[in-house]
């Protein structure tokens, strides 16, 4: 017979690994963040994707029945998780260095960014950034400066990213929160435009 104080161990040697993990990287909160940021540059709607709730654990006993011990593992796990997963804040993106970092990354999208995005000059890539898919696609006005718009939009991205992980506290967090923004660049990207994907390919958005 499994004792309850081995099993409240075990629940808490569990939880304790579960909950590292779940709030070392506040993927939703990143995810929120990258929403609200992509879709201020952009000038498009900046909400968030539903939130993906997964089925709060019961605390019934498993069925065979578990006795005092699996009611009291249950019990162990809803204490800890929930309030855990309720507690969970909100990215902090709001710092006079983040702002000014968008701001820059606005304007260079309004002046030089959109003309290219539109023309399929260039693209978002899978890593975060943008990069040139076609010079040619671009009039000769405007080929000259198309490396250095590429350039300082890239600048501006690695400012952002390591920006954000800094204002939480978690600067190591910086190559997490480049994916999370990398995935919203491409999911906001306006159709006709071009995206490279993981394995280099260019691909338009329909």
């Known amino acids: ?28 909160a990143a995810e929120k ?27 019934a006993p498993a069925a065979g029945g578990g006795g005092s011990g699996a009611s009291l593992g249950a019990a162990v796990l809803d204490f800890f998780i929930a309030p855990a997963a309720a507690a969970a804040p909100d990215m902090n993106i709001s710092t ?11 304007a ?12 399929g000059v260039i693209g978002f890539t899978a890593d975060g950034n943008v990069a040139v898919r076609d010079l040619n696609a671009a009039p000769l006005s405007m080929r000259a400066g198309v490396s250095q718009a590429v350039a300082s939009a890239n600048r501006e991205r690695g400012d952002l990213y390591a920006a954000i992980a800094r204002a939480n506290g978690h600067p190591e967090w910086e190559p997490r929160i480049r994916a ?7 999911q906001k990207a306006h159709p006709g435009w071009y995206y490279r994907d993981s394995s280099g390919a260019w691909r338009r958005k329909p």
């Open 33 to 59: 963040a990258a929403q609200q940021i992509v879709g201020n540059v952009l000038g498009g709607s900046a909400s968030a994707p539903a939130p993906n709730n997964p089925p709060a654990a019961s605390s």
């Open 180 to 186: 999370v923004f990398a995935q919203t660049w491409i």
């Open 1 to 28: 017979m499994i004792k309850p104080l081995t099993v409240f161990a075990a629940c808490l040697a569990l939880v304790a690994g579960c909950v590292t993990i779940n709030v070392y990287f506040p993927a939703a």
């Open 96 to 106: 006079p260095e983040i702002q000014a970092i968008e701001a820059r990354m606005k």
């Open 108 to 119: 260079n999208f309004e002046q030089n960014l959109e003309p290219l995005l539109k023309a």
